[in-house]
């Protein structure tokens, strides 16, 4: 499909958080609720003012929508009111396709049935639950407030309302975590019958106070309690062959799903496909009329995207890329390489020229040596080990 045909999906950034967990590096926060309801102000005038935005950009925002993300943050925290005011400024602004995904990121315990309710009037059809950890000792260590109970009763209530299409989130590395407090917790997850789990791997890095704390070697936030990276490679692993034993594939490198239920917003990020992101740090990426595209980021500190006093027509963005074909070209590579089924080394040759193509498939034979990239036909895949050394892989395909 030419891309000014595509639909685009709608990217909506909700950073609030009634606590923040240790190891969270995003740009989250607990603010209050007064703030909530500025930045809902903030949020409705930045979709009601995007397409202009966008093409003072001289990108094309597709005025149809297919897929809509809450992302957080906490979405689940929002009130009635605000789900209403933001419906009603995406259908002033957008046609929203009828089959639409629409999902709403929830933490356990925290999803009001008022909420609920107004979310599924909505049109909201997909929950992504960030449960992290069925073992209550490991939530608790990271400042989660639920229970493996909770999430299980969290669950039942959700497919009583309507919802059948729920996404589990769980984390490889936190503290306390062992091999078999990780298959307890798999087998948990697998136990819900769920058609959709994200396995995110801890990151140990100075964005976050659990991260930071390991770096320097301090007892705080049961950092000494992290299992080695090793080890939670070994779990990921093992959780890819578990899942596919009872028919949950994996698509992408950190997402499983049933047939027919892989997130078709996240498949967005990693084809290139059009998506506008809304609020604090949110991304975007649309195509332009010379067949390039653009990308831009919203600013990532709350005092930047929503300033005191009058609020200002749109944020100033934080970073415009505009994507010439070579680095086009390097995206496709790395996004689609993200995806189990790889990249169609057909397509990329029509679209950005054979001379190009071989000059990156180069790289590949010493990869596919190291046994981390494999080629099959017309397609390139990442093996199961080189989805776990993917950053490798990447570097040394962009040095070639
Ligand atoms: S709920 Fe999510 S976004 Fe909020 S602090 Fe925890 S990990 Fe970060």
């Not at 740009?27 to 903030?42: E, G, P, Q, T």
């Not at 992290?132 to 493996?148: C, K, L, M, N, P």
């Not at 332009?288 to 990532?300: F, K, M, Q, Y």
């Not at 100033?316 to 990249?343: C, P, Y």
Request: aromatic letters at 8%; proline letters at 5%; a negative charge.
């Amino acid at each position: 499909m030419p891309f000014e045909a595509k639909p685009a999906g709608l990217y909506l950034s909700i950073p609030f958080c009634k606590h923040k967990c240790s190891f969270c590096n995003f740009a989250s926060d607990v603010f209050s609720n007064a703030l909530l309801d500025r930045y809902i102000d903030r949020l409705c005038i930045e979709i009601r003012d995007a397409r202009a935005k966008a093409h003072s950009r001289g990108a094309i925002l597709p005025n149809h929508l297919d897929t809509i993300y809450f992302g957080g943050g906490t979405p689940s925290l929002l009130a009635p009111a605000h789900l209403n005011r933001i419906f009603a400024t995406i259908r002033d602004g957008f046609e929203l396709n009828p089959a639409a995904e629409i999902t709403l990121e929830a933490a356990p315990d925290q999803l009001l049935p008022e909420t609920l309710e107004v979310a599924q009037r909505e049109g909201v059809n997909r929950i992504s639950f960030g449960v992290q950890s069925f073992i209550d000792r490991e939530s608790a260590a990271v400042g989660r407030t639920h229970t493996a109970a909770s999430c299980h009763a969290e669950i039942v209530r959700l497919r009583a309302s309507g919802i059948e299409n729920i996404s589990l989130d769980l984390i490889a590395g936190l503290p306390y975590q062992t091999q078999q407090s990780w298959a307890a917790s798999l087998d948990q997850a697998i136990a819900t019958a769920t058609d959709h789990i994200s396995i995110y791997l801890l990151e140990v890095d100075e964005d976050s106070r659990l991260g930071r704390e390991s770096l320097a070697g301090g007892p705080r936030y049961h950092a000494p309690a992290l299992p080695p990276e090793d080890d939670t490679a070994d779990w990921y692993q093992a959780a890819c062959t578990q899942l596919a034993d009872v028919g949950i594939h994996q698509y992408e490198i950190s997402n499983f799903a049933r047939p027919g239920r892989q997130s078709r917003h996240n498949r967005k990020y990693w084809q290139r496909d059009p998506y506008l992101g809304v609020g604090l740090d949110a991304h975007s990426m649309l195509h332009c009329h010379d067949g390039t595209a653009i990308r831009w980021a919203n600013p990532d500190a709350m005092s930047a995207y929503l300033p005191t006093g009058d609020l200002p027509i749109l944020p100033t963005a934080l970073k415009i890329d505009r994507i010439a074909q070579d680095q086009a070209f390097e995206e496709s590579l790395f996004l689609g390489l993200r995806l189990n089924e790889g990249v169609d080394l057909n397509h990329l040759s029509t679209q950005f020229g054979e001379a190009r193509l071989n000059q990156a498939l180069s790289a590949v034979e010493d990869i596919a040596f190291a046994g981390l990239i494999a080629r099959s036909g017309s397609r390139l895949s990442l093996t199961p080990s080189g989805r776990l050394a993917s950053n490798e892989v990447f570097s040394r395909l962009l040095v070639a």
